[in-house]
């Protein structure tokens, strides 16, 4: 038993759509063919008519060959109400009308009226089904209190007028239903489109979020290879002991970069699995401090972090590793300042170089600086990035301690 039967509110049914639902003909350019159910609806008017015919011996005319035509038209004209709903459910209205009108038993006749009517109005043609149902009141009225002198069974009388308001209230009743399963079926069509939207909207955002851990991984792991790189190759010959450091410094670089990648496709292969190794945080600002050394960047670190929420603490690494690698590639300055400061509410981490610019593109490219604004603001906080008044450049982030509520 589900949730909102054991407090209940309406089954889970009602509120999305049963399963079958989706099948009703959205989204197809030519509906199925519906024979089963018309099958079954044709059958079951048949019998059922022959029943009632004995029910109603000497009341009503007997069942005669034009009858059961007329009653298997009236079911036929069924297999057709997905692709014609409109002349559908004028076609059976007026075979039933002619069926009343020769006097024939009332019996489940009425019930591939109302069949086609629902078709009607649940593809969007009220007018013409509601038209289609009055019509065959009115007919019903016409025989019952003025022609039934002219029509058979002979000795007929009027109807009382309680029997027409019965009748009027089943054809309200129909056509009630039919526009409470329209709205339910826009509301249904409206919900799925609106759960698609959103399905597509968080995979959006995951492809974001791998993309950001996939830059900011490889551009500071590269970054440092390519330092590393022009370092070994200049001293190759005239300092080969050197050149093996760059060297080393390359292969461990390149190592913890492809353990990051892994982890991150990790997550690709089996979503929603617990990550194998812990996400980085402000706990390995060390590792960034000899890792941006290597690459010649000289990094004091002022300040200790406070604890912080693993989605906090992440977002604060990448965006001090970020800076620290637009500082390499960019910046013709080997020194480097991170300042972390903190209050109740918000973690503050700045990052200033002394420039000057090597490029037209100081301080990072755009994929770096909009990751980084895109992790503070995935966090409720914001990042300021540009030059100084006195050279160089800064990067300013402030992290709200405590997610932001609703985020």
Known sequence: MDEQRVRGGPPQWWRHGPPWWDRWGEGERVPRWPWRSTVVVTVFVLVGSNFAAHGQAGERAALDVFARVLLLVAGALLLWRKRYPVAVVFGTAGAVMVYLGAGYPYGPVFLTVALACFSAIVAGHRRAAWAAMGTLWAGHVLVAHWLYQWLPPSGDSAASWGEELVVATWVVAIAAVSELFRVRREQWARERAERAEAARRRADEERLRIARELHDVLAHSISVINVQAG???????????????????????????????????????????????????????????????????????????????????????????????????????????????????????????????????????????????????????TIEAGPRPDGGFRVLAVLPLRASVGR
């Open 231 to 381: 370092v070994g190759l200049a001293l190759l010959d005239s300092d080969p002991e050197q050149a093996r450091t760059a060297l080393t410094t390359i292969k461990e670089q390149s190592k913890e970069a492809l353990g990051e990648v892994r982890q991150v496709l990790d997550t690709l292969r089996a979503p929603g699995a617990a990550p194998r190794a812990p996400a980085p945080g402000l706990d390995r600002l060390p590792e960034l401090v000899e890792q941006a050394a290597s690459a010649g960047l000289t990094v004091e670190v002022e300040g200790e972090p406070p604890r912080l929420a693993p989605g906090t603490d992440l977002a604060a690494f990448r965006i001090v590793q970020e800076a620290l690698t637009n500082v390499v590639r960019h910046s013709g300055s080997r020194h480097a300042r991170v300042h972390l400061a903190h209050d109740a509410d918000v973690l503050r981490l700045r990052v200033d170089d002394d420039g000057p610019a090597t490029g037209a593109d100081a301080g990072g490219s755009g994929n770096g600086l909009a990751g980084m604004r895109e992790r503070a603001a995935a966090l409720g906080g």
